[in-house]
């Protein structure tokens, strides 16, 4: 109502319930304005109202979800108030699908369980599903704020309430019931400027508690269904690891690289699986990123990859363990740049031990590349790319093919570079985390010998240094004995 007038009306709406304004009692009393069965059914409506002494609402009317205003609601509203705005593909999509009028039938479970993943869409596939498919029925309440008398004109019709209830049974009203909040305003853009405020409030009949009770019992048997269901379409073949196996994924990804001479870097990378460890024969162990562009970060020049991989290993654990700390997979990779007439160069080689304890890690790891004396070789590198490089990734640590006590890098001349970024989320399936017995216990203590031969290598030399030194002390006390006994025999 206007602040100041006693202009006020008050109506009791119900869901889709049909209350004709002004303009639509003028329009359809006359048959032959009438085109569609709808408009012939108002006509009749409309008639029945006026013989029954009129309706009783004036300023207050509805839409409902069949009304042509409901269906071009949608396709008139804008993102933004530019006046210049041009609808998007996904918005012409939205508002002309006809959400309200689709019908879901219902599908086998074994139908639907070999579609859940639709592995290669093709593009009509995805024009088709790109849109919201929830069937909705929409309801709007108006509000004629014209001049008393001047009822029935467009320009002064504005949405009170919209209404929207979808086939899951999710009721949306905007705006929200007044509640304790103060009365909604509308202000008139007229000569005027006349303000109306209204308020909208829940009237419906509280449920009774026989009828709530039997609702939530339909509710707890929906729920019992859909979890059987669900359960249905996802089945229960999952694969298990066998006692004394541990799986271990890594959903890794390559975060950034840098600190590095040049630009345009990528990174070439492989994994290392020791002795006891597999792989399924489809898993890709290596894999080279995209070549990046840098952007100054602070003083740094920074190349963000965001390059994701996936890595799935078994340990099988075997009797030799026992004697021997296991070793825990390596991740080998190198930096390398290329340049605008294709000339590529080593930036740096690194090596990461994948952490053995589960969750989210994030890593960065510097790294190193050899370097030759003199200014000729800078000079080659500069001009016409190349550098020295590594026969063997694996020199970064020990070497794969090394088979000697000691490994001498004396003479090998190297430059520190720069660092790359890792970021990894470890998941680790095992049957001894989820029993009791002995077999557990094993697991977790190779898990523990893991866990700090991948914190820090150095702790893993130190105590097969120390094994080794143990090894040699009771072979000298074995011989001693022997040469003791040998001794005290000759004497007597």
Request: hydrophobic share 25%; aromatic share 8%.
């Given at each position: 109502r206007p602040a100041g007038d006693d202009d006020e009306e008050e109506a009791e709406v119900g869901w889709q319930e049909k209350l004709f304004s002004q303009f639509e009692v003028d329009l359809f009393q006359n048959e032959s304005a009438c085109q569609t069965p709808l408009d012939r059914q108002y006509h009749?409506?409309?008639?029945?109202?006026?013989k029954a002494g009129g309706r009783k609402n004036y300023r207050i009317f509805t839409y409902t979800d069949h009304d042509r205003f409901t269906n071009l609601e949608e396709h008139c509203q804008k993102v933004t108030d530019s006046d210049h705005e041009v609808p998007s593909y996904l918005a012409e999509r939205m508002a002309n699908v006809r959400r309200r009028?689709?019908?879901r039938r219902p599908i086998e479970a074994s139908s639907l369980k070999s579609k859940i993943i639709t592995w290669e869409p093709s593009e009509e596939f995805i024009k088709n599903n790109h849109v919201i498919n929830t069937p909705v029925q929409t309801m709007y309440i108006m509000g004629d704020l014209g001049p008393y008398g001047k009822l029935?004109?467009?320009?002064y019709e504005h949405v009170l309430c919209t209404i929207k209830v979808d086939s899951n049974g999710v009721i949306t009203v905007k705006p929200d019931f007044t509640g304790t909040k103060e009365a909604y305003r509308i202000e008139l853009h007229g000569e005027k400027r006349e303000v109306w405020k209204y308020t909208i409030e829940n009237v419906s009949v509280q449920v009774q508690p026989e009828e709530e009770e039997r609702e939530q019992h339909m509710l707890r048997d929906l729920y019992t269904r859909h979890k059987e269901y669900i359960s249905g379409l996802v089945g229960s073949e999952f694969e298990t690891t066998l006692p004394g196996t541990l799986r271990l994924f890594v959903n890794g990804e390559i975060v950034s690289a840098q600190g590095y001479e040049y630009d345009n870097l990528y990174v070439h990378f492989f994994l290392e699986l020791p002795n006891q460890w597999s792989s399924p024969a489809s898993q890709q162990l290596s894999g080279v990123t995209q070549t990046c562009a840098t952007k100054t970060v602070g003083w740094d020049k920074v190349?963000?990859?965001c390059y994701l991989f996936t890595l799935e290993m078994f340990f099988t654990q075997g009797d030799e363990s026992e004697e021997s700390l296991p070793q825990w997979p390596v991740l080998y990779f190198e930096v390398l740049s290329l340049d605008f007439w294709q000339r590529y160069r080593v930036e740096g080689y690194g090596s990461l031990v994948l952490p053995a304890s589960p969750g989210v890690h994030m890593l960065t790891i510097p790294t190193w590349r050899p370097v030759e004396l003199g200014t000729v070789a800078e000079l080659r590198r500069f001009f016409i790319g190349g550098s020295p490089e590594l026969e063997d990734l694996t020199y970064v640590r020990i070497p794969s093919t090394f088979k000697g006590d000691r490994l001498s890098r004396f003479g090998f001349r190297t430059e520190t570079t720069g660092s790359v970024t890792f970021r990894l989320y470890c998941l680790q399936q095992s049957k001894a985390f989820l029993e009791t017995s002995g077999m557990r216990q094993r697991m977790q203590s190779v898990l523990d010998q893991l866990g700090d031969f991948s914190q820090q290598s150095s702790v893993y030399n130190v105590l097969e240094a120390f094994q080794r030194a143990r090894?040699?002390?009771?072979?000298?006390?074995?011989?001693?004995s022997q040469d003791l006994i040998s001794t005290s025999a000759s004497a007597l």
């Open positions: 009749e409506e409309i008639r029945k109202l006026e009028r689709q019908e029935g004109r467009k320009e190349a963000y990859f090894r040699r002390m009771q072979e000298a006390r074995e011989s001693l």
